[in-house]
């Protein structure tokens, strides 16, 4: 918005917003255009099969919200449109996809340490004296 002229064409009370929006589109555009420059078949070449399903779920979200936006600008009530539908199907699709990372990053238990570690941790050497005891009388009485 550096031209003053064209600040005059609006309130005042908006330009901040514009000035933001602005600033949101340019920076949509350039990760577009870094998406959009390099082969989608050599892009998916690179990626395992998670990283793969998250690239298309944020293509498709991106395509649906500027959908989103150019359904506000020609008068359009996207809530009342399909397009509310596509955003929460592929919102579901994103929530399921982060619980998968989710678990895949989630610490496993080692069941063979944490036995060892809570026998140790549980070890009462008099218990053992006393099992040590019963045991070698049990032997004598068995010869």
């Known amino acids: 918005m550096a031209a003053g002229s064209r600040t005059e064409d609006f309130p ?13 589109v340019s920076s949509v555009k350039t990760m577009l255009e870094q998406l959009i420059s390099m082969p989608r078949n050599d892009l998916v070449e690179k990626l395992g099969p998670l990283d793969q399903a998250k690239l298309d779920l944020m293509s498709a979200y991106t395509l649906n919200s500027l959908f989103w936006m150019y359904l506000v600008t020609q008068g359009v009530n996207p809530r009342e449109h399909g397009i509310k539908q596509e955003l929460e199907r592929i919102r579901t699709y994103m929530n399921r996809v982060k619980e998968i990372s989710d678990k895949k990053k989630a610490a496993r238990l080692d069941k063979g340490a944490a036995s060892r570690f809570l026998r140790n941790a549980l070890y009462d050497p008099e218990e053992k004296e006393s099992k040590t005891r019963s045991a070698s009388k049990k032997d004598r009485l068995l010869m």
Request: aromatic letters at 8%.
């Open 12 to 24: 005042h009370e908006i330009e901040e917003q514009l000035t933001s929006f602005d600033a949101s």
